[in-house]
């Protein structure tokens, strides 16, 4: 199971400038796209039932107000330990290890790169 230290860790690979609980949930929901929309003939029910669980959580969550969209409540609420729950069990029917995914911050640009650009630009 996904715990507090596991969401630590992947709080620490996003860039500080983002709202990370927003974060992963876009991208969660990219890539739920992704497999979905190319793969659906090819899982079965159980496999998609659970990343179909958390597609419909995320909008719950925002739903109910900001509060759930801070580090803080990424790391501690029960409504993310729920999702973290569902996640698992989705890594599980894939029979895929419960780990956290690489980071992607590089692919960020922050406030201070966009400034320079069109600095440069301008």
């Given at each position: 199971m996904w715990h507090e230290s596991c969401s630590e860790s992947i709080l620490i690979a996003l860039p500080s400038f983002v709202c990370k609980g927003d974060e992963l949930a876009l991208d969660?929901?990219?890539w739920h796209l992704v497999a979905v929309n190319n793969f659906r003939?090819?899982?079965t029910a159980d496999k998609l039932f659970m990343?179909?669980?958390i597609s419909g959580s995320l909008p719950e969550l925002a739903r109910v107000g900001s509060k759930h969209w801070t580090d803080d409540a990424v790391r501690k609420s029960t409504e993310w330990q729920a999702i973290r729950a569902l996640a698992a069990a989705a890594?599980?029917?894939f029979g895929w290890p419960i780990e956290v995914p690489p980071s992607h911050a590089?692919?960020?640009v922050g406030s201070?790169?966009?400034r320079d650009r069109?600095?440069?630009i301008g």
């Open positions: 969660f929901d990219q003939s090819e899982l990343p179909d669980a890594l599980s029917s590089d692919e960020y201070e790169a966009l069109d600095r440069d």
